[in-house]
Structure formats: C-alpha cells, structure tokens
C-alpha cells in the first residue's frame, strides 16, 4: 500500500548554509527520496549558497557523498543519483558583507511558473540579514517561500525580533517556520486517529481522561554539541517546539476544515489555554536535572560536566520535567505530565492518554490486576499506536490480566514512513503550510516558557537554584517521581 504523490510544479530552491551539516544529512536525502518517488524532475533546480569557495561540480560531489551515507543502500541508483545531482549549482556569497555578494541572478529563473523557495539553514542571528539581502537583491517575490529552522530564538524577546526581521520582507502566509517533530507520520496521524474515527473523540475529554503523558526520551548526550546545548538546555532544544507541538494537536478543538490557518487556530488556542504557573509553585510542578556519569546498553558515558564545550559549573538542564493544565472546557482538571531528558535508557517520543478506572469493577480479588486503559501514541521510533486493556484469561475461572493491541506503521502498510523532511520541505514547494508554526503560535509557547527560565535565573541569582541529577541510562531523577508520586500516579515506562 503506498500514499499517492503529488507531483510539484518545477522550481528553485535556494539553500543558504548548503554546506553545513543538516543540508548533508536531511536536505539533501529528503530531496533524493522525493525525486527518485517522481515527486519532482530534471526542470527543477537545487541552488547552494553558503561562504564556502565551492563550484557547482563541488555541490554535486558533495550531494553524491550525501546520499551515499546517508541513503540506505536499497534506495541508491546510480543513473537516478547523476539525474538527481544534475540539477545541484552553488554560489559562493556572505549576506553579512555586501563586497562579497554572489550574483545569484545567474542560477534564478524568471518564469512566474517556476516556484521560487528559499531555505535558511543558518543560525537564527542571519536570518533578518538573509531576508534583507534577498529584497535588495531583488531575489523576492510575492508568491516566493520562506524556510526558516529552529531555533527561532532563545526566549520570548528575541523569538519576537527574529519574527519581526523576516516579516519586513515576506509576508506571514510566506514563512514556513519548520518544526520535523510535525513532519512525522504519527504526529500527523493524531489528528486523523481523532477526528476521522467516531469511537475516540467522545471520550477524549476530562469526563474519561485521568491523565496525560508526554515524554520525549533520548539515548545520545550532547553529541559533541556542548556548546549549543548550554546556551539551549532541554527546555529549549525539545519542550518549547517539538513537544509543546505534540501537546497543541493532541489537546486541540476539531478544526472546521483542514485548512492551514483552521488548524493552527485550533493549536493556538491550546497555547493561549495553558494555566500560568504562579513562580510560588514553580519548583512542586516543574523539575529540572543533569545527567551524571553512568551507563548505557553496557556502554560507560561521561557525566554531562564532562563532555567538550561544557562548562564544569554548568547549570545547564538535560532533562526537566513538569504538571501543567490546559484550561478549556475539554481538558478542565486534567493534569498533563511532561518529561524530556537526554541520556535515558531508551530513545522513545510518545504521548500517552491515561483513562479513568471502570466506575465499578466487578471482578473481586481476580481482577486486582486490572489497569486503567491507556492509549499510546508512538512517534519514533517504531511509529504507531497501542492500546491496552483488560481481558479474560483463558480457563474456567474469571480471571483478568492485562493486554495490549498494536498498530504499527511499517507492518501495517509494508512500508517504513518516510522521513520528516521529506514531507515539510514539498509541502512549502506545493505551497501548504498546515505543518509549520504560526508567528502567534511561537510566541504564545514562548511567553509560557520564559517563565520557567525566569524563575530559574531569579533562583541562580540568589543561590537557590534546585538542579537535581540522574544518572547517565536512568529515567531521570527522583524528584521527577515525586511530581506523580505526590498525585497516587507513576511515569508510564514506554
């Protein structure tokens, strides 16, 4: 079974920062995937731009190498792969200095048939002057696209300046603010699993709901990237974005259409709705951690203090956890459980929907090992859906145990889904933008956010700072057990 593919209007797509490591190993192998499916052909053009001194036969190499690592091997086709990097040319330009501006002019086609898209694979301090540089070259235009990656700032003032820079040439409905966490299959199955099956959406309220559960596991530590992580922290780098994103679509209203500005309504108004933590009881709803030495699947690994680019007096979260509410008439006294940390025992995203018990078990002492039902929802790895349930044991007496039902992606369909970039970056060229963040909807999870980092710095001034840790290969820190333990409630162990 297989998806149908719509096909794109030939374009070109302009890559700024095209020789740095995230056009290697998710641009360009996402742009592969899709030419190789038909998606798009040879009329289309893949423009680099970036400081570095290449020539177009040295992107070309560089797009070969890219799909030879990271394109599994039953994908790679050597008269597709020469087809595809065909189409690959590079200019060599600074936007910070107007004495080395490269003449794009040359590589941009003038048909108004041609879509012209622009993808900023920079840090977030160039995007303002990258914008700028394309109106005072002339390189804009009305139906022109915009791609800009996380992160968009480091807290509510600076995420609003990013906003404001790239709004003084492209229009809000041109901004594709790109988040991969909704480029996954199963992220995007949440809202057909609720809105295009009439047996779940009647009890996806707080008159059957207990709890809610989102954790966002890693394995890996910093990964040689130290230095980015203490400016970011795991509130910033996983909760303000991907999570906070999982949460907004599984907690939203139906949407009155699948159309873009219909759907990220709807997840706006989860953001607007969630309940202030007064800073008097932000340390009992919200715990923050580093990963101490330990170890992993057999392997020792260093303490977060340990690995290059971190300060020995680092202050800096790798796991946080916290309780927080949404207050609308849907999810009234709910309580949602968040949790994400780097250097857990398992790398594993999911939200879990935790049910309330039968009002009346009728089962007696065999049925003590009845759980209340939980729905889970994977989003990687292994994507797909459980839910479990009680069931009688097979024999004479009436004895419950409980089971599990699985739906899973790749068996279900014979196919593994495809990655996330692939899906987001032909959406900007077809012009949807129902999986990209809205300008409101960044700034609405950032204003909820900044208070925690407020309260923090106000905390570390004053010599208070409550940073527990956990070893390197647990799930976090004991007083992350305490948030649940303090409600009769535990961390599901996905």
Known sequence: MSSCIIPVQPFDYVVFGATGDLTKRKLIPALYHRFKDGQFDEESRIIGVSR??????????????????????????????????????????????????????????????????????????????????????????????????KPLGHDLGSSIQINDEVSKIFKEDQVYRIDHYLGKETVQNLIVFRFANGIFEPVWNNRFVDHVQITGAETVGVEGRGGYFEQAGILRDMVQNHLFQVVSLASMEPPISMDPDAVRDEKLKVLKALRTIPASEMDAHVVRAQYAAGSIAGKKVPGYREEPGVSRNSQTETYVAMKFFIDSWRWAGVPFYLRS?????????????????????????????????????????????????????????MEVAPVSMEFRYGSSFGVEPPEAYERLILDCLLGDNTLFTRADEVEASWTWISRIHQHWAEQSAMGNAQLATYAAGSWGPEAAERLLAADHRAWRRP
């Open 52 to 149: 570095t001194p290449w020539s177009d036969a040295d992107f070309q190499k560089v797009a070969k190498e890219s799909i030879a690592e990271f394109v599994e091997k039953e994908y790679q086709d050597k008269k597709t792969i020469d087809r595809f990097a065909s189409i690959f040319s590079y200019v060599p330009n600074d936007v910070t200095d107007p004495a080395k501006w490269g003449d794009l002019s040359k590589k941009l086609r003038n048909d108004p048939k041609i879509v012209r898209a622009f993808y900023l694979a920079i840090a977030p301090d160039l995007f303002g002057p990258t914008c700028e540089y394309i109106a005072k070259q002339k390189y804009y235009r009305r139906d022109a696209r915009v791609v800009i990656e």
């Open 341 to 397: 940390g780097k250097r857990m025992p398992k790398r594993v995203t999911e939200i879990a929907i935790h049910f309330k018990e039968a009002p009346h078990l009728l089962f007696g002492k065999r049925g003590e090992g009845i759980k209340p039902n939980v729905l889970a929802i994977r989003i990687q790895p292994d994507e797909g859906i459980t839910l479990n349930f009680g069931s009688k044991l097979p024999g004479p007496a």
